[in-house]
DNA sequence: TTAAATACGACTTGTGTAGTCCTATTTCAT
DNA sequence: ATGAAATAGGACTACACAAGTCGTATTTAA
């Protein structure tokens, strides 16, 4: 509960990687090996990183990633958003339809959780990746 | 993901509640009824909460739950230890022991998640239920 | 003595996480 | 052309956790 998936640490760390050698192409084997992370795990997640445009990816042999914009420009948020493939949200009613849960008219908690949903996301979209390297 | 637990919200619900009457003794079918939460699982939520000090409890007919200090004094972290019964940790690393991720002595992410670890805690912390009322 | 309440363990069901396996496609280099 | 190196992506398994249900014991006021 709380906690951040092992594909968005995955993702965090193989972007930190690609800012790291300086933007160099850079291919999952390698990425994979260097941090004893799951080939096959990994590539998916270059895969919703690559389709969330965070990174570019370069087909065929001799292929790789790079970063798509700069460091400084990547939040952890943004790593979430993309790879979990919704909006972060700390309850129910913030990432789906608030119908959907069938307290929602009794809730007494949902405002003051919207509040700390909000400071939740200023962490979240403070920290970029170049503060990582 | 990052998501808090239905258990932790019910124990917001009702710890809000018998805040709201002032600290009057309240049962686990009056809250239950009134907030439309399963009542076997709101009990096992009461319990929980007892032991962990934040609620104390009054067995026998006419018994119930009141609160074991001010409402000012509780926070949604302490409502989150005690439901969840250990610490709130963003990765595995911070919950659990860190040489149980495979990845640790490799990883490039565990200090910068460790400042985003300290700024939720300051937010968990610092949002009392005296505040929810 | 009875009824109202908490205490608590066992169980089921559903959902989500992490990982594996297999195949297709693209593209560089020979 | 061909083969090797790389990304693309679907299907599947194993496991852990979340949420809820059920049954029973214990406590205590009236
Ligand atoms: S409505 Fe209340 S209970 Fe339902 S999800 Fe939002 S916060 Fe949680
Ligand atoms: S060590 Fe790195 S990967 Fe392992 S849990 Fe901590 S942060 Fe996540």
Redesign the pocket.
């Known amino acids: 509960?709380l906690?951040l998936?092992?594909?968005v640490e995955?993702g965090l760390i193989a972007i930190r990687h690609i800012a790291s050698v300086n933007n160099q192409i850079?291919?999952?084997?390698e990425i994979s090996e260097k941090y004893s992370i799951?080939s096959?795990?990994l590539?998916?997640v270059?895969?919703k990183l690559?389709?969330g445009k965070l990174i570019t990816?370069?087909?065929?042999?001799?292929?790789?990633?790079t970063l798509a914009r700069g460091a400084d420009q990547i939040s952890v948020m943004n790593v979430i958003s993309v790879i979990?493939g919704s909006q972060m949200g700390i309850a129910q009613c913030f990432s789906e339809e608030p119908e959907n849960c069938?307290i929602y008219l009794n809730c007494t908690i949902k405002n003051p959780l919207g509040k700390i949903q909000h400071n939740l996301e200023l962490v979240f979209n403070s920290m970029k990746v170049s503060e990582i390297v």
């Not at 850079?26 to 084997?29: A, L």
């Not at 990816?57 to 990633?65: C, D, E, I, P």
Request: proline share 3%.
């Open positions: 509960m906690k998936s092992k594909k995955y850079s291919t999952v084997k799951p096959d795990v590539a998916k270059m895969q690559t389709k990816s370069h087909q065929g042999a001799m292929g790789g990633y979990e069938s």
